[in-house]
């Protein structure tokens, strides 16, 4: 089976020294959605800029589809479509236009540009917006024609760095349902994106990259399980409010907020013991994406001892 992505050893250094990625080696076998996550700085659109061979590695390797993206740049450029962070298409096109344009510069003939710009732009909404311009658009409708023209293109992998950044929820959840839609269709997708609920909801294969190192890689589910928790109690920082919730579970500080990992009945448990005497419960809930992502990159400090293991 052909190998969608796979990164041996890859590192960047930039001129000025700084490490933008730092030997990471990992393998996506299965087409689907494949979502990048990392802090501002972790190297998520350096990778994607490699990828799409915009930009050459310092040292390692990386092969997209089968190719390597130095010896066989050309080849990888033909198979893949880039939806780049914050892009937003010229102002003075109609839709259809533009996605006719971007097919023909890929080789296809006018014609078949011409009904599958028709196809997608029914597919993802902007039929009706068809004779307007650009610029008459919203900034969440921009950001779907940029969508359609990656695509329309039938690639065989599309990278979407960041596509509903700055998208109202709306929005948001209308590119979704495009992209579960070509996940059906048996297309590959390597996304990037802050939004932890987005991950959660669109992802067959996460990667989380962390100051240019790679700290895990597995299914939404294979990776939340590294919590090693169920359920957790957050609690607004009150002092003694660690001490009261002691031996309950592991506990840590996000910034103004205790939370308590452990099972439900524990959880549960600790915030009983909390209304009794206490104020400042907010809410017993099931672990996600979002707090593996924060133990996984140290974005918490641990308050007992056990908490850190």
């Given at each position: 089976m052909e190998e969608v992505i796979s990164a041996r050893d890859l590192t960047k250094v930039y001129p000025d020294g700084t490490e933008a990625l730092n030997g990471i080696s990992f393998a996506v076998e299965?087409?689907?959605?494949?979502?990048?996550?990392?802090?501002?700085?972790?190297?998520?659109?350096?990778?994607?800029?490699?990828?799409?061979?915009?930009?050459?590695?310092?040292?390692g390797s990386l092969e997209v589809l089968g190719m390597d993206v130095l010896r066989d740049a050309r080849s990888v450029r033909q198979r893949i479509a880039l939806m780049p962070q914050?892009?937003?298409?010229?102002?003075?096109?109609?839709?259809?236009?533009?996605?006719?344009?971007?097919?023909?510069?890929?080789?296809?003939?006018?014609?078949?540009?011409?009904?599958?710009?028709?196809?997608?732009?029914?597919?993802?909404?902007?039929?009706?917006?068809?004779?307007?311009?650009?610029?008459?658009?919203?900034?969440?409708?921009?950001r779907k024609v940029i969508l359609a023209m990656v695509l329309a293109s039938g690639a065989d992998l599309m990278?979407?760095?960041?596509?509903?950044?700055?998208?109202?929820?709306?929005?948001?959840?209308?590119?979704?349902?495009?992209?579960?839609?070509?996940?059906?269709?048996?297309r590959a997708m390597l996304l990037t994106t802050h939004y932890m609920e987005e991950a959660e909801a669109l992802s067959d294969d996460v990667i989380i990259l962390d100051r240019g190192r790679l700290v895990a890689h597995g299914g939404v589910q294979e990776i939340v399980a590294r919590v090693g928790a169920t359920h957790k109690l957050e609690v607004s920082d009150f002092p003694g409010a660690a001490e009261v919730i002691s031996g309950y579970g592991r506990i840590y500080r996000y910034g103004s907020r205790i939370v308590l990992y452990s099972d439900r009945k524990s959880a549960e448990e600790a915030a009983a013991r909390l209304v009794r005497g206490h104020s400042g419960v907010l809410r017993v809930k099931e672990v996600g994406l979002e707090d593996a992502f924060v133990l996984l990159t140290g974005g918490a400090e641990p308050l007992d001892e056990g908490a850190g293991s």
């Open positions: 299965r087409r689907g959605i494949v979502t990048l996550l990392g802090r501002n700085g972790a190297g998520k659109t350096t990778f994607v800029r490699i990828a799409a061979t915009l930009s050459a590695p310092t040292s914050e892009s937003y298409p010229p102002t003075f096109p109609r839709p259809g236009e533009l996605v006719e344009a971007y097919l023909v510069a890929r080789g296809w003939g006018l014609g078949d540009a011409r009904r599958k710009a028709r196809e997608i732009l029914e597919d993802v909404g902007l039929w009706e917006y068809r004779d307007k311009t650009v610029s008459e658009l919203s900034g969440g409708m921009k990278f979407l760095d960041e596509p509903t950044v700055g998208l109202d929820p709306q929005s948001r959840r209308s590119i979704w349902r495009i992209l579960e839609e070509a996940r059906r269709e048996g």
